[in-house]
């Protein structure tokens, strides 16, 4: 399969790539990582991207960034930070690229752990996980072409608990290698509309 990664040179991205490289050609793309370039929160840049790469058979993000912050000092512009980029980036993704994936190719999109496992500071990571699982499920009954879509939500990844690790007290961490299988599965499998857990 030729397999659109977004977020490739990442924690996550990294070992997805590690996962899937043997038996798939892997096209790594971020904003200036990667052998191609475009930004979730620049849907120009989306379209730019498959233009260039042409027909794909797996779109995969494991991009999107959300602010991190006490309560008290949450504005709708920090907010905003994580619409625009986790959750409309993703979403917009979709939208850009379903004309460019094959009949029965796949999309895999990224939430995380505290859609549904709150913890002091991540309000907006957990409206931004949310709202992206919901929509999968949406997506998943309305693609056309046999189409798919599901979504890997992670708990803390072991390699970024030297960051987080503070944030994520009493939670189990897991290695990236666990997490990128989800998104084997996710490729490589046939279910659509799934939320992946790996906890
Ligand atoms: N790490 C964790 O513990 C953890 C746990 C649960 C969920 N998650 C979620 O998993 C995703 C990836 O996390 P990570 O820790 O692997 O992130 P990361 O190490 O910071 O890597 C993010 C990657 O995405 C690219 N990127 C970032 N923003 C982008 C944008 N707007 N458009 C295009 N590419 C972009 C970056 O490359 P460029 O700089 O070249 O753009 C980078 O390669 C995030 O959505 C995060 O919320 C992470």
């Not at 490289?21 to 498959?50: C, E, K, M, N, W």
């Not at 030297?162 to 961490?173: C, E, K, M, T, W």
Request: some cysteine; aromatic content about 8%; hydrophobic content about 40%.
């Amino acid at each position: 399969m030729k397999i659109v990664l977004i977020g490739a040179a990442g924690t996550i991205g990294k070992a997805v790539a590690r996962e899937l490289s043997s038996r798939h050609q892997i096209i790594p793309v971020g904003r200036s990582s990667g052998d191609f370039h475009a930004d979730l929160r620049d849907i120009p840049t989306l379209h730019a991207l498959f233009e260039k790469i042409s027909q794909v058979d797996a779109i995969v993000c494991t991009a999107g960034s959300v602010h991190f912050g006490p309560w008290n000092e949450l504005t709708p512009e920090k907010l905003d930070i994580g619409l625009r980029d986790k959750l409309l980036g993703q979403v917009n993704l979709v939208l850009a690229g379903q004309r460019s994936l094959s009949d029965g190719g796949s999309f895999t999109l990224t939430s995380g752990i505290l859609s549904e496992n709150p913890i002091r500071y991540g309000a907006a990571a957990s409206l931004v996980n949310g709202a992206l699982e919901s929509f999968v499920r949406a997506a998943a009954i309305e693609l056309s072409r046999g189409q798919r879509i599901n979504i890997v939500n992670p708990t803390v990844i072991q390699e970024s608990m030297p960051a987080f690790g503070p944030y994520f007290r009493g939670y189990r961490p897991v290695p990236a290698a666990d997490v990128a299988l989800a998104y084997s599965k996710s490729v490589e499998g046939s279910q659509t509309g799934q939320v992946y857990k790996v906890w």
